[in-house]
């Protein structure tokens, strides 16, 4: 097995993740988290509050996962959100098409659905799974698409991206910022593309978690009032130069702001953020960059785009954020569509004298000349140059229709007034993240094998007791001895090294044996930990030695053991997962030692008496 296989094993077997459906077969695409999948997967999502909502002080809206259709229109989903479809003829299994090609020609993303064909058919590219011939490729929408009430109702989308709920709450995320860029908001929650053909687990999903954050800035000024705060952080950078190279570079945010390789402050501020939460929830910093999109990737509405991307065994670098100066595209494609402006008023320091071009429709007369559509009218000639106003007779087009106007129902001239503000548009940065890659990534870089004789060695353990000598804990049998022998003849060690940050279960609490007088005193100290608000696992199951594996294997960083000496001097052993060393700590306040170990990176000698055996 590889490391993913590895990584999937481990977490079906723990309760980490389970596939979806499966007494029915199974279907792609779709993952159900266990008990300690959910738990882990939370307290990434919680993290990430901490940084964007707590820190950074943009608050968090929760929108429908169903959309009306158009909203997606406006946001181009319905037109263009679509990926190449292939099927074969003699299996029916479905493919991406440009990915059939990726060995044969680098422009397959790039490609019509047309060329893709030819170059399947060229180059003679056959099934995977049968060998069966393949159809003409063509474009699949990936939305999930559905009804909104009885009968045919009204067309409507399962979401596809958080990211437009926040775009159509504009107008009230402004007021509620009282007006005053930049200002934020971010969301947490399903999202559903209607993948061609998921086989790469909870990195590639039908229905996936996205935590998006829309932070809408003043065009004008895109440096960050807390910029100073990353400015000297050291990253690894893959830009577009780099790509040509094919070598990253380490360089500071402030390095890479000033010789434009990052657009600006904002845009470097939060890729130094995400670089921040990363490594906190456990990514391994050797194994992270961020990847400039290429020119002719970069997509339509963006001016800067990066990845946040780790790097996998099985799949190579896996994009798991993107950070994108997303312009004011969206704000502009809402405001067409809806027909409602979104902007912001933003006031001078110093009232300005101002020359300007002024349209005043009549709309006395227009009323009665055109009704309902009067307001359209003046809106559309409002438009209009000087030029095109000077004719008799104006053209103006409202919803689809070409109307004509005569000259004498609206007037126009230069006039110089004094302005207090103008109206803008926020530029959004978004930085997006996919928390189910996250998941895989904290996971596989946390996974382990070691090897138990030579780690005790390492770090000169002899026991698993206290070291009160041979001849003590020759007289208890039941005792482990030797954490090499733990298992038998079996010397590996599976290990999850999670951060205290993000880890399912903080601490196991373990009675060396299933006895009353020693089971007493543990539910004592589980019921001290929950007061904490720590993650607890009671576990009596099976030898001491085998507890410590199967907390090994679920990541917990604390293992607590009562044994017979903590009825005499009331004291505990505390082990610690990584280095598998142990203290000996007095039961009380026990609770305050390993809450300032887990959240105060407490340094673990200094929490009791070390011990060797």
């Not at 939370?42 to 993290?47: D, L």
């Not at 399962?158 to 009282?178: C, H, I, K, N, W």
């Not at 978690?209 to 960050?224: G, L, S, Y």
Request: proline residues 4%; aromatic residues 10%.
């Amino acid at each position: 097995m590889d490391k993913y296989e590895k990584v999937f094993e481990l977490a079906k077997r723990r309760g980490f993740l389970w596939n979806s459906f499966e007494l029915y077969g199974g279907s792609r695409g779709f993952y159900d988290y266990g008990p300690l999948g959910s738990t882990l997967k939370r307290r990434i999502e919680q993290i990430w509050r901490e940084f964007y909502v707590i820190q950074e002080g943009h608050m968090e809206i929760e929108c429908p996962t169903i959309g009306i259709e158009e909203v997606f229109i406006a946001s181009g989903h319905v037109g263009g959100f679509s990926d190449p479809l292939c099927e074969c003829m003699n299996c029916k299994e479905a493919f991406r098409a440009d990915h059939l090609v990726e060995d044969v020609t680098e422009a397959a993303g790039t490609l019509s659905a047309e060329d893709l064909t030819r170059v399947i058919r060229e180059n003679e590219i056959r099934c995977p799974e049968c060998g069966g011939e393949f159809g003409e490729a063509y474009e699949f929408n990936l939305m999930f698409k559905t009804t909104i009430g009885p009968g045919t109702g009204r067309q409507g989308y399962l979401r596809p991206e958080t990211a437009q709920g926040m775009f159509v709450d504009f107008q009230r995320l402004s007021r509620f910022y009282r007006d005053k860029l930049p200002f934020g908001a971010v969301q947490i929650g399903k999202s559903y593309r209607n993948e061609i053909a998921p086989r790469q687990g909870v990195i590639r999903l039908r229905e996936f978690t996205q935590a998006e954050c829309e932070i809408f800035v003043d065009p004008r000024n895109k440096k960050h009032p807390n910029f100073e705060r990353f400015a000297d952080k050291e990253l690894v950078l893959y830009s577009q130069e780099a790509q040509k190279k094919g070598e990253s570079i380490r360089m500071t945010v402030r390095e890479a702001v000033k010789s434009g390789i990052i657009a600006h402050e904002v845009l470097g501020y939060n890729i130094a953020l995400t670089n921040e939460f990363l490594t906190k929830v456990g990514m391994d910093p050797a194994k992270l960059r961020f990847r400039q999109h290429l020119t002719d990737e970069m997509a339509h509405y963006a001016i800067d785009c990066w990845d946040a991307e780790i790097e996998t065994e099985r799949f190579g670098w896996v994009e798991i954020v993107g950070i994108a100066d997303r312009t004011d595209y969206d704000l502009k494609a809402h405001a067409r569509v809806s027909k409602t402006d979104l902007y912001v008023y933003v006031e001078y320091d110093e009232p300005k004298m101002v020359t300007r071009f002024v349209v005043k429709p009549n709309m006395a007369k227009l009323g009665p000349l055109f009704k309902g559509k009067a307001k359209a009218v003046a809106d559309a000639l409002k438009q209009l140059s000087e030029e095109e106003l000077s004719k008799d007779q104006i053209k103006v087009t409202v919803d689809g229709e070409e109307l004509t106007v005569s000259s004498d129902v609206v007037d126009f001239a230069e006039e110089t007034v004094k302005v207090s503000g103008e109206n803008v548009i926020p530029h959004v940065i978004e930085p997006s993240y996919g928390i189910d890659r996250i998941f895989y990534g904290v996971m596989e870089h946390a996974f382990d094998e070691e090897n138990v004789a030579q780690k005790a060695a390492e770090s000169g353990l002899k026991g698993a007791e206290a070291a009160e000598g041979v001849e003590k804990a020759e007289k208890r049998p039941e005792a482990v001895k030797d954490e090499s022998e733990v298992e038998g003849e079996e010397e590996a060690r599976l290990v999850m090294h999670f951060s205290s940050a993000v880890a399912p279960v903080q601490v196991a609490v373990l009675p060396l044996l299933t006895r009353k007088e020693l089971a007493d005193p543990a539910k004592e100290i589980v019921a001290k930990l929950r007061e904490k608000n720590l993650l607890v696992n009671y576990d009596d199951s099976g030898t001491i030695g085998r507890r410590y594996r199967r907390n090994d294997e679920i990541g917990t960083p604390y293992s607590v053991t009562v044994d017979y000496d903590t009825l005499q001097d009331g004291t505990v052993t505390i082990r610690d997962r990584d280095s598998m060393r142990q203290i000996r700590a007095p039961i009380d306040g026990i609770e305050n030692v390993l809450y300032e170990l887990i959240y105060r990176g407490r340094n673990f000698e200094s929490a009791g008496k070390p011990f060797n055996f």
